[in-house]
């Protein structure tokens, strides 16, 4: 069995695969612990699922966090007894990246891309819905040719409660109408619909620089919110990104 943790600003991913097969998948808050928390908190997550920690044979690592790496790293190699592939510039990832300056790809929008293509093919648009929402763009030709990086809709809630006064703490879901009713609703409506008319228009266009439509897979801590509501986007693939870590691993092992 193989153990691949991706740590993003916001939540971490944790799944065990079995060969091809996910097996069990976990979301986690992001957060500094010991490499002891992190250690227990990996057993606690095996034993629920009835895995012995003995099956794991290997583990991969990716993160968008530096400041988090030692405690994961270190937590698998303690706990688990297994070493931690980190995925980064080293490694063989088989995608063909067709930007300025292909060092800034972060390691999350690889992982989409890379499970995106072989998954679903190209031409292919991925939108990712965390911290941030960024979408992924590969050519018809299979090779990532850019994307569009905006705020995810909890990024934006928190700026507002930051920077304005009296406004309350919500829940991020969908209001029932546009036109809210109370200052709740209108945050509601102002996060959720505003941020999938957001998406839905990017998307449009670039349907138009690619020439035509194609297919779109939405990801991430808020993609069942998107396609509930999206004109475009109808299909979700919440793990994507471990796919992704299975399949680098997989080429580099």
């Not at 992001?30 to 699922?49: P, R, Y």
């Not at 850019?146 to 507002?160: H, T, V, Y």
Request: with cysteine.
């Amino acid at each position: 069995m193989l153990l691949v943790l991706d740590v993003g600003n916001t939540n971490t991913v944790m799944g065990i695969y079995s060969g091809e097969k996910l097996v069990g998948h976990w979301r986690l808050t992001s957060k500094k612990q010991t490499v002891d928390e992190v250690g227990l908190m990996i057993l606690g997550l095996l034993n629920s699922s009835s895995i012995k920690k003995e099956n794991i044979k290997a583990a991969i690592y990716a993160s968008v966090v530096p400041s988090l790496d030692e405690m994961f790293i270190e937590g698998v190699k303690h706990y688990i007894n297994v070493p931690c592939m980190k995925v980064n510039a080293t490694l063989d990832t088989g995608l063909k990246v067709k930007i300025k300056n292909p060092a800034e790809l972060g390691a999350d929008r690889k992982l989409n891309s890379i499970a995106g293509i072989k998954k679903y093919g190209a031409p292919l648009i991925i939108v990712d819905l965390g911290t941030a929402i960024t979408f992924d763009i590969i050519s018809p030709d299979g090779a990532y040719i850019g994307g569009i990086i905006s705020p995810g809709m909890e990024l934006g809630m928190e700026a507002l409660f930051l920077h304005t006064a009296k406004l309350p703490q919500i829940v991020l879901t969908a209001p029932a109408n546009y036109i809210g009713r109370s200052t709740i609703e209108a945050i509601q409506s102002g996060m959720v619909y505003g941020t999938i008319g957001m998406i839905d228009t990017l998307i449009a266009g670039v349907f138009k620089e690619l020439g035509g439509p194609c297919r779109v897979i939405a990801t991430g801590g808020n993609a069942e919110i998107l396609v509930a509501y999206s004109t475009i986007v109808k299909d979700v693939d919440s793990w994507l990104a471990l796919d992704g870590m299975r399949i680098i691993y997989e080429r580099n092992r």
